[in-house]
């Protein structure tokens, strides 16, 4: 069984739609969550924190659920730069990767 | 301009060949990481080093040699890979070695083995 699962995708998209992703994890005692953003051809970058409460970054918005052990990532007015592989982590000591869902916004 | 950087970007090996890959930070963090990244598989803890001493090889090859002479620098040597190595190698560095804290990533070397 898989440590963090993802949706693998693709989702294709109009802009302007809203987009969900969910992901799980299997390890009950991660204590850190995050959404990291890969762009094809090149290294994942921090999107950002996921926390217990929910957060919210301009158009993105992060859920955590810890008794479903299930993370979730929304993004509101897709734009055409939202394209790319967006990667679920969750950390007890080291992080662990999903293999990451594809996001294309198509014009 | 990045933080964590890699030399190579692009490397092609033969299988008996010997080559190393280069990782430098200068975020001022002591812990740093060796990942691999096989499409469509999800990222692979290779390595970890935290104030330059291993603490964690995730039961990688022999062929895969680690090195991290200070926190700046880590090096991965390679020797008589196989095929199936052909991969994105991407070093990483963060604050601590063991905290829950997020990771940030160098541009990677994309191997190719032949």
């Known amino acids: 069984r898989k440590e963090v699962e993802q949706d693998p995708g693709p989702f294709n998209v109009p802009e302007g739609a809203t987009v969900a992703f969910n992901c799980t994890y299997s390890?009950?005692?991660?204590?850190?969550f995050f959404w990291y953003r890969q762009d094809c051809r090149k290294e994942p970058k921090l999107l950002m924190s996921?926390?217990?409460s929910g957060n919210e970054d301009g158009r993105f918005t992060a859920q955590l659920n810890r008794a479903s052990q299930y993370i979730s990532l929304l993004i509101r007015d897709s734009k055409l730069s939202d394209s790319a592989t967006y990667l679920c982590?969750?950390?007890?000591?080291?992080?662990?990767f999903g293999s990451g869902t594809q996001l294309t916004v198509l014009p | 301009e990045t933080g964590v950087t890699q030399t190579p970007r692009h490397l092609v090996m033969g299988m008996t060949n010997k080559k190393s890959l280069k990782c430098e930070q200068h975020l001022g963090h002591n812990a740093m990481y060796w990942y691999k990244q096989s499409a469509k598989k999800p990222l692979e803890l290779m390595f970890v080093y935290s104030l330059e001493e291993r603490v964690e090889n995730n039961s990688v090859p022999s062929r895969f040699s680690p090195e991290c002479p200070n926190s700046s620098h880590l090096f991965l040597h390679l020797h008589t890979l196989q095929p199936e190595d052909s991969a994105l190698y991407l070093c990483a560095s963060s604050p601590a070695g063991t905290e829950n804290t997020e990771a940030f990533f160098g541009q990677g070397t994309r191997l190719t083995v032949v």
């Open positions: 982590v969750a950390a007890e000591g080291q992080l662990t």
């Open positions: 390890n009950s005692a991660s204590q850190s």
């Open positions: 996921v926390y217990s």
